[in-house]
């Protein structure tokens, strides 16, 4: 008996020690979901539920390519007539976007993104009207005007004044709206297609932006007050972050007209045209390289489906990563990804390679949406953040040459081998560029103050 009774205190610490790691580990996985909790609490949780239905608006850019057999089987237009409607659309995209990201320094991104829904309704209840290709183009021109309003800038600069700690997997969460939505909506539309015709389907998405998602919006959004960033609790102290807590909004940080005298500012500016140049041109002939090396359409299909549902994982993966990790840490690691993938398209065309560069591309270009607001406020400040993010997103114009590069590319020699190659360069290029990306505040002194 007394043998047994000293067992028993002797086995105490073991189980102490193992009540301790357990406690450990378990917050290690459960304290980011812990911290997003305090963070998004209150009104900033209604905030960021308002952002993910304005980003799942997005998805009206979806539906055009799955209803393309019903569009030109009616009106007769070839597809290089069809497809041309992109480039016009990411120009006006393009040219927009600064003034998007003014708007939503100067008046409040809830107005803009509010305008930009009901100009996205009207556009889409003009569409079942259209009867020619100039109609077509002009409308799809106006679309882009709409998207980008809902787009990254105004809801990166939403988040962003509402969420600090949690910032990284809060903007994945968001920026997810757009593969939620693209998943959700282009089966209904395809469905009710296929009941009566594209025209009705564009006309039902025209008034459900009005019936559903201005409402929505109209009532989640609200622009931040004075003191109410941070109003979430305190973080324990038990918690010990692995970065630096995120430098609020404050007056040194660097606005457009500084920001543009930043090497920063043009390292970005490049990496985001390498980017655009090889993601628009591989969600353009993604599915016709894969037919191209023998793969039933329907496969190909299927993993191109794949890549752009991988989004909604990445998104999330990534922006809880960017919570833990220095931003720099975070869009290395993205463009790192993104680089691999490129590569991975010249190597032979094995099997597990095609899959390697679907979960590599699908993982890189997504996540993308996520890091690259948190660089831009890293490297300038929060406070000048869309109109910086809108000068930038003038690469649109250029990255849209992608898709147009590539065809010449395959026209020319038959292959996309060397389009292959110059994107693998240009991304390579653009990688090490990244390295040198820096904290422009610290030489606020040194470019001196300017207005936005």
Request: proline share 5%; hydrophobic share 50%; with cysteine.
């Amino acid at each position: 008996m007394r043998a047994a009774r000293s067992n028993g205190p002797s086995n105490r610490p073991r189980y102490a020690l193992a009540t301790v790691e357990a406690t450990k580990i378990s917050d290690r996985l459960l304290g980011p979901l812990r911290r997003l909790a305090d963070d998004l609490w209150g009104r900033a949780a209604l905030v960021v539920l308002g952002c993910l239905l304005a980003q799942m608006g997005l998805a009206y850019g979806y539906i055009f390519p799955a209803l393309a057999n019903d569009i030109l089987g009616e009106m007769g237009w070839t597809r290089s007539e069809f497809s041309f409607a992109r480039l016009p659309q990411l120009a006006a995209m393009a040219a927009v976007s600064p003034w998007v990201g003014l708007l939503s320094l100067r008046y409040g991104a809830r107005r803009v993104i509010l305008a930009a829904v009901v100009l996205l309704g009207m556009a889409f209840l003009a569409f079942p009207q259209v009867s020619s290709l100039d109609q077509y183009y002009g409308l799809m021109i106006v679309t882009g005007f709409a998207l980008t309003g809902v787009g990254d800038i105004t809801v990166g600069h939403m988040v962003s004044q509402w969420v600090t700690r949690s910032r990284g997997l809060a903007l994945g969460i968001v920026y997810a709206g757009s593969n939620i939505g693209g998943v959700l909506l282009v089966p209904i539309v395809v469905a009710l297609a296929n009941e009566t015709d594209w025209r009705t389907a564009l006309l039902a998405m025209g008034l459900g932006a009005f019936a559903l998602l201005l409402p929505a919006v109209g009532l989640l959004l609200r622009e931040v007050r004075t003191g109410e960033q941070s109003t979430s609790p305190p973080e324990p102290e038990r918690d010990h972050s692995r970065k630096p807590a995120r430098r609020p909004e404050s007056d040194n940080d660097l606005n457009l007209r500084a920001a543009l005298r930043t090497r920063s500012f043009w390292i970005l500016f490049f990496s985001l045209f390498t980017f655009f140049f090889y993601f628009l041109a591989l969600l353009e002939h993604l599915v016709l390289y894969l037919t191209d090396l023998g793969l039933e359409r329907n496969e190909a299909v299927r993993l191109y489906a794949t890549a752009i549902g991988l989004g909604i994982s990445s998104k999330i993966g990534l922006g809880l990563l960017a919570d833990r990790i220095p931003e720099k840490y975070s869009i290395l690691l993205d463009y790192g990804v993104l680089t691999l993938s490129s590569l991975l398209l010249l190597a032979d065309p094995d099997s597990w390679l095609i899959w390697a560069f679907i979960g590599s591309f699908g993982f890189a270009y997504a996540a993308r949406d996520v890091v690259y607001p948190l660089i831009v406020s890293d490297c300038f400040g929060l406070r000048y953040l869309a109109p910086i993010y809108g000068a930038l997103m003038l690469t649109l114009v250029l990255g849209g040459c992608g898709p147009l590069f590539a065809a010449a590319i395959h026209d020319h020699f038959g292959s996309y081998t060397f389009a292959f190659g110059s994107f693998a360069l240009l991304n390579c290029a653009s990688l090490l560029a990244l390295l040198f990306l820096r904290d422009e505040r610290e030489t606020r002194d040194s470019l001196g103050p300017g207005d936005p």
